[in-house]
């Protein structure tokens, strides 16, 4: 299947400061890519679609200008939590659909990025 | 928002059984995807099934959806203690770039 990578793969921070999460797909042109949140032992969250060259849109109850999303090319997409605070501690995954055909159809996901603010 | 809910939320049976988790869902698909993880990792995809299926196998897995109840299962047959994971089903209102929708999965676990 196609590959998708995100990074880094674990990060801690202190509070107040940004932290940046990449999110590449290797082998296909990923127009859109999908930002999701998971805490402990729950679901995965829908934050935002990142759309390349445009503006993401984000899910109700996701602040736009905590977490930025910048998708500057057709394999890259960031996410940046921004003055991050302890309660954005969390583990981030990025997941791609693109690629033509059947490709279109699966989803092709980060090794996701544990977030810890301290 | 989450689209459906998972039964049962948590599992626990011992290797060679078999394990049967249910998604439920809320509006229309096109298809339903059904996703595995490990502690702390990212998600493997297992299974796709389009909305005009009812049945798919893969291996060990065996995948029904029945569109009339909003419904799907996933069978694991003869588990193994390496399936212990938890298991999420997604759903997908088309085949383009919208985003999957996860329910709020099943923890498996195979005791050996």
């Known amino acids: 299947g196609a590959v998708v990578s995100q990074h880094p793969s674990r990060v801690i921070c202190k509070s107040g400061t940004s932290v940046k999460i990449e999110c590449r797909s290797l082998?296909?042109?990923?127009?859109?890519m999908f930002w999701y949140r998971q805490f402990p032992k729950q679901s995965l969250m829908l934050m935002a679609t990142?759309?390349?060259?445009?503006?993401?849109?984000?899910e109700q109850g996701v602040e736009k200008d905590k977490f930025l999303i910048n998708h500057a090319s057709l394999t890259l997409s960031t996410l940046t939590v921004t003055s991050a605070h302890p309660e954005d501690s969390s583990f981030y995954i990025c997941?791609?659909?693109?690629?033509?055909?059947?490709?279109?159809?699966?989803?092709?996901f980060g090794q996701g990025t544990r977030l810890t603010v301290v | 928002s989450q689209q459906g809910e998972e039964d049962p939320q948590a599992l626990s049976i011992q290797e060679g059984e078999n394990a049967t988790m249910n998604c439920s869902y809320k509006?229309?698909?096109?298809?339903l995807q059904w996703y595995r993880q490990n502690s702390g990792r990212g998600l493997v995809h297992l299974i796709l099934?389009?909305?005009?299926?009812r049945e798919k196998h893969s291996g060990r897995l065996r995948v029904t959806l029945d569109t009339s109840k909003k419904s799907s299962s996933l069978l694991i047959t003869a588990s193994r203690a390496a399936d212990t994971a938890s298991y999420f089903c997604?759903?997908?209102?088309?085949?383009?770039?919208?985003?999957?929708?996860f329910g709020k999965g099943t923890r498996l676990s195979v005791i050996a």
């Open positions: 997941s791609a659909r693109g690629g033509g055909g059947e490709r279109n159809t699966e989803a092709f």
């Open positions: 082998d296909f042109q990923a127009t859109t």
């Open positions: 509006t229309s698909i096109n298809n």
């Open positions: 990142s759309n390349e060259g445009s503006k993401a849109t984000y």
């Open positions: 099934i389009r909305s005009n299926e």
């Open positions: 997604a759903t997908a209102r088309n085949s383009g770039n919208t985003p999957l929708v």
